[in-house]
T-cell receptor, first 115, second 114 residues
Framework: AQSVTQLGSHVSVSEGALVLLRCNYS??????LFWYVQYPNQGLQLLLK??????LVKGINGFEAEFKKSETSFHLTKPSAHMSDAAEYFC?????????????FGRGTSLIVHP | DSGVTQTPKHLITATGQRVTLRCSPR?????VYWYQQSLDQGLQFLIQ???????AKGNILERFSAQQFPDLHSELNLSSLELGDSALYFC?????????????FGPGTRLTVT
């Protein structure tokens, strides 16, 4: 069974500072991993995904994540935070089951950006 | 704008009632997913349809049911509603299944059960 743990329900950074959102996963097979962002009153939007190609994945809005199998981690980073990055971020893991890939989501991390 | 539409945006109803949530996928997408987002449970997968047929089932209660119609829109029916059913319900769509296709999420329907 797959599961996702996001460390820290809230992360607070200053504008221009490094953003680091942590995600650890558990999966019985090589997983597919995702980061989604949810802005207030909106649905989720895919930031990036890992599908067993390059371990360093670049996404939209300057975000990237690195898949580390030995640490079962898929942390999300951005070198310099913008005010517009304030949102809820979800890590998800997906395994193949009956021909479908259904993501299991973490509980989310709220990113707060201070001016 | 993801291209996925959901109606209504907000729904307030009483315990014991039945409601129907509607979702129209992106043009060309054949697969539809339903999710429930609540403070207690987080974001939970409920059910997936592909081209009218059920493909995968998650933590969907027996009081809940869904279907996908020939025009590919989908409806999620929630009956005998309880206070704990209050949540955001998201629909997402993707091109197909069988590979890791990107899911596009709608804006959600906020259900409040009083």
């Amino acid at each position: 069974a797959q599961s996702v743990t996001q460390l820290g329900s809230h992360v607070s950074v200053s504008e221009g500072a490094l953003v680091l959102l942590r995600c650890n996963y558990s999966s019985s097979v090589p997983p597919y991993l995702f980061w989604y962002v949810q802005y207030p009153n909106q649905g989720l939007q895919l930031l990036l995904k890992y599908t067993s190609a390059a371990t360093l994945v670049k996404g939209i809005n300057g975000f990237e994540a690195e898949f580390k199998k030995s640490e079962t981690s898929f942390h999300l980073t951005k070198p310099s935070a913008h005010m517009s990055d304030a949102a809820e971020y979800f890590c998800a893991v997906s395994e193949e089951e009956g021909g479908s890939y259904i993501p299991t989501f973490g509980r989310g991390t709220s990113l707060i950006v201070h001016p | 704008d993801s291209g996925v539409t959901q109606t209504p945006k907000h729904l307030i109803t009483a315990t014991g009632q039945r409601v129907t949530l509607r979702c129209s996928p992106r043009s060309g997408d054949l697969s539809v997913y339903w999710y429930q987002q609540s403070l207690d449970q987080g974001l939970q997968f409920l059910i997936q349809y592909y081209n009218g047929e059920e493909r995968a089932k998650g933590n969907i209660l027996e009081r809940f049911s869904a279907q996908q119609f020939p025009d590919l829109h989908s409806e999620l029916n929630l009956s005998s509603l309880e206070l704990g059913d209050s949540a955001l319900y998201f629909c997402a769509s993707s091109v197909a299944y069988g590979r890791v296709y990107e899911q596009y999420f709608g804006p959600g329907t906020r259900l409040t059960v009083t």
